[in-house]
């Protein structure tokens, strides 16, 4: 009796001794799957999208690297940032579409309703910019797109109603004022309980269905922050926020032109720098433009790094470079630019140039063909 319990026991103390090797044996494989956690994941897709003519899953195919000339017009930047390896994440945004699988369904799937969208504009552009927007993309998605502008307009107020957002901030196109905007965008928000935060330009279109696929690869409740880098590089400047500027950090930012998008999890993140003003003042310590700052936020004190992607555009690349065919799979689009007139997609189909100088209602109607001021097809 007593012999078989000093056995027991001994059994026992083996056994805990290999519980233990084989959890020293664990503890460095399960290592990487605990750094991953604070990663953005792409889901499987949560619902079929209707996009338009033509579209197909691989939007996201990319053979060339750091060049904004690659042939699908997708850009990924050829760096690592901060000197760390490439990260996986990285690069998730292209290889999403490759996982998705057309039949794969989640229960929580992501409706154009969870999209807040802020479209930044000046009173001087209410008509010669807002009201193409309106007539257009903007059209399709009325009730999450808020118009954040600097002063009253009665017109636009009538059609716009509540999301027109007067932010009485200055008409000038300062830092300041256009950070000031940005800063009552990020309340508002805040404020609204949707799920993700698109920002956008007066300038930009829309490509709804291609957004709502894109935005359906994350989880809002994730740190996801997307868009396009405007530089090749990222930017230096002086750390004043949390130490006095004598040393100087490095990260990316989404060039606002073109639009990003950040998710509510990572939003909600961002509130010491960002909420009811003090979004101005970090922008006034690091003395940059509005979105630069937003990067700052994210990627230099959240350390949360910006998901490159290739689909958002803004003037400043060669918009005609964009082949015709994939077009419609991009998320945003613009036009003109400095002294460029004709940067504009290369789109044929409803309208000619003289007709639509910045393809927007072209892009609409082959996204929309129903639309009532879109030529109808004649059947022959
Ligand atoms: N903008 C603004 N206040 C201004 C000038 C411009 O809010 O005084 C907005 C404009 O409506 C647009 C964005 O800032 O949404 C960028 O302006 P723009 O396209 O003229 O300049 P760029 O893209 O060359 O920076
Ligand atoms: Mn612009």
Redesign the pocket.
Known sequence: MHLSHVGTNKICFLLSLAFCALLVLLIPSLQPLQRQKDLPQPRPRTKPIRAGAGRRHDLYGNPGQGSEDAKDGSFIHPLPPRGRPEDPQRTLERDTAHARSPGSRSRDSLDLRDIFIA????R??HKS?LQLLSQTWVSKAKEQTFIF??SEDKELRQKAGLNMINTNCS????RQ??CC?MSVEYDKFIESQKKWFCH????NYVILPSLLELLSSYSHTQDVYLGRPSLDHPIEAAERVKSDGSSSVKFWFAT??AGFCISRGLALKMSPWASLGNFITTAEKIRLPDDCTVGYIIEALLEVPLTHTGLFH???ENLQRLPTDSILKQVTL?Y???ENRRNVVSVGGAFSLAEDPTRFKTVHCLLYPDTDWCPRKTLH
């Not at 479209?119 to 000046?122: C, F, G, N, R, S």
Request: proline share 0%; net charge neutral.
């Open positions: 479209v930044k504009t000046t001087k552009y910019r502008t600097d008409a000038a196109h300062t004022a256009l905007k956008m330009d007066d300038d606002g032109g803004s003037h400043l613009s003109g630019g400095f």
